[in-house]
């Protein structure tokens, strides 16, 4: 169900197809603009959550009055799309919807600098053979460039370390200040 300016998950229980209880919240409202973490241990349905904000779950009972706006969700290992480390960052929008100079500021900013010098060049930009921690570096970059109004991040900075972790989420509070954050995660990013 969608409506309103804020989301409101309403005496939410989720579980499996084959009915073991996974998450199960009260009354929660995310307005406009906030940042919420959500920590917790692995199988207790965290990513469940975000298949479910998304309408991609629909094993449980309870309300979710998703609002308007543009939503991004960046899961723990981000699609890859075919093209180069500038088409990448724009998924999925075309590159040109942002021009090369916008792209490549953005993945500067999150830390991507090196990798974009070496896969610029005779190979055409290609992006393979990134590792973990730049996928998710690249994800980042892709909010950065949308600014989605609403953004969920599973996992979304796992494979980085604590510093750049914090250093990242520093970056998207700074540049997408209308932005609401629901973030989940197995640690509570530091401020």
């Not at 084959?18 to 409202?29: F, K, P």
């Not at 896969?119 to 970059?141: C, F």
Request: proline share 5%; charged share 20%.
């Amino acid at each position: 169900q969608s409506g309103g300016n804020s989301l409101k998950l309403g005496g939410l229980a989720l579980h499996t197809p084959e009915g073991r209880q996974l998450l199960s919240l009260q009354d929660i409202t995310i307005a406009p603009g906030e940042t919420i973490c959500l920590r917790g241990a692995s199988g207790i349905g965290k990513t469940t959550l975000t298949k479910a904000i998304a309408g991609l779950w629909q094993h449980g009972k309870g309300e979710i009055v998703r609002p308007g706006g543009s939503w991004m969700f960046v899961p723990q290992k981000s699609y890859l799309p075919q093209g180069g480390l500038m088409d990448a960052a724009a998924y999925p929008a075309a590159r040109e919807n942002f021009g090369d100079a916008a792209i490549a500021d953005a993945l500067r900013t999150v830390g991507l600098a090196q990798t974009l010098a070496a896969t610029t060049g005779a190979e055409g930009d290609k992006p393979e053979g990134l590792s973990g921690g730049e996928l998710q570096r690249l994800a980042i970059a892709r909010l950065r460039l949308h600014k989605p109004d609403w953004a969920v991040l599973d996992e979304a900075t796992s494979a980085l370390d604590t510093a750049s972790e914090t250093v990242l989420f520093s970056i998207l509070r700074e540049r997408l200040q209308a932005t609401t954050f629901i973030i989940i995660a197995h640690r509570l990013p530091e401020k």
